[in-house]
């Protein structure tokens, strides 16, 4: 892989209505340091990177979250974008991703399973951040959702 010059910053969310219930998720990229502002992000949504957003069907949200870390490693690998910092508002998932606690559910085995060997190869800062930071990734995932 290729080391990109400017940091990138990939925000990951994901969204469930219900707990289980409909699912997806929201990522967003972004080159250098700058905070882009969701309304910034609406007014011109290519001063992203790149944008993922999917329905994922019934899931939780710590599955739907998840899928949002997988895709965004899924796309470091395609881009060949080394060493980001992951920046996701899921104290659970960041906190399993950094060893920190342990996955007692056997619906997140096989995601964190995946997760880690993904990062194995891209390398990724992981970041835990509130909920206010994570904005775009949020409007991304409930735009899936609402999306016909």
């Known amino acids: 892989m290729n080391p990109v010059s400017e940091p990138i910053n990939i925000y990951c969310d994901g969204a469930s209505r219900g707990n289980p ?11 250098g340091n700058e905070d ?5 992000f609406k ?13 994922l069907g019934n899931r939780t949200n ?11 490693l899924n ?5 060949k974008i080394e060493a980001p ?21 056997e619906n997140l085995k096989g995601p ?15 970041v835990h951040v509130p909920r206010e930071k994570n904005q775009i990734a949020d409007f991304l995932a409930n735009r899936a959702l609402d999306t016909p």
């Open 62 to 72: 710590n599955e739907a979250e998840y899928a949002a870390i997988l895709a965004a």
């Open 112 to 126: 964190y399973a995946e997760a880690l060997r993904l990062a194995a190869v891209v390398k990724p800062q992981l």
């Open 43 to 55: 007014n011109d949504e290519k001063t992203a990177l790149f944008t993922i957003e999917q329905k």
């Open 21 to 31: 219930g409909p699912a997806s998720f929201g990522v967003a990229a972004f080159s």
């Open 36 to 40: 882009v502002s969701l309304g910034r």
């Open 85 to 105: 910092r992951l920046i996701s508002d899921s104290e659970l998932v960041i906190r399993q991703l950094q060893g920190r606690y342990k996955v007692k559910g």
């Open 75 to 79: 796309k470091c690998i395609e881009l």
